[in-house]
Every structure is written in structure tokens, then in C-alpha cells.
């Protein structure tokens, strides 16, 4: 049987201090790493608590968009 279908709407996210083209790749990288962990685990039932993110500076913006991603999924309640 496959898991239905996972919808997530983020109605802004804001990389502050990055240029456009990096904030950008930063936005992929999340996508793809949520995407990923989201298939790998258990499916999320609803995000508690949304609400601002603060992470440490990452050197690159991907890596930053996969933390970002693994601190979202960790609040999904499974």
C-alpha cells in the first residue's frame, strides 16, 4: 500500500542575510531534505507550533536548507 500523498504549504520563508540566488539554493536544499526525511519516516500527522526558526550560519546555503528541513521535521508530531 502506498502513504497518501503529503502536502505542505510554507506561506513564507525568509533566508535573512542571503543574496537571492543563495537563498534560493538554500529553499531547494529544504525542499528536498523534508521531502527526504518525510519519505524515510513516519508519515507527519500536522506541524505543532509553527512559528520562527533560528539556526546556526551554515557555509553553504544548502546546508543551512537541510538543517533547516531536519528542524521542522523533528516538530512533526508522529
Known amino acids: ?4 500523498p503529503v502536502r505542505l504549504e510554507i506561506g513564507q ?4 542575510g542571503l543574496s537571492r540566488p543563495a537563498a534560493l539554493r538554500a ?5 528536498g ?3 527526504r526525511l518525510i519519505t524515510a ?3 507527519p500527522l500536522a506541524i505543532a507550533g509553527p512559528g520562527p526558526v533560528t539556526l ?3 557555509a553553504q546555503p ?6 533547516l528541513a ?6 512533526i508530531p508522529r
Open 13 to 16: 520563508m525568509t533566508f535573512q
Open 33 to 35: 531534505e523534508l521531502a
Open 1 to 4: 500500500m502506498t502513504a497518501p
Open 56 to 58: 546556526a550560519w551554515r
Open 41 to 43: 519516516g513516519a508519515p
Open 62 to 67: 544548502e546546508g543551512l536548507g537541510r538543517a
Open 27 to 31: 529553499a531547494a536544499a529544504f525542499e
Open 70 to 75: 531536519a528542524e521542522i521535521y523533528g516538530r
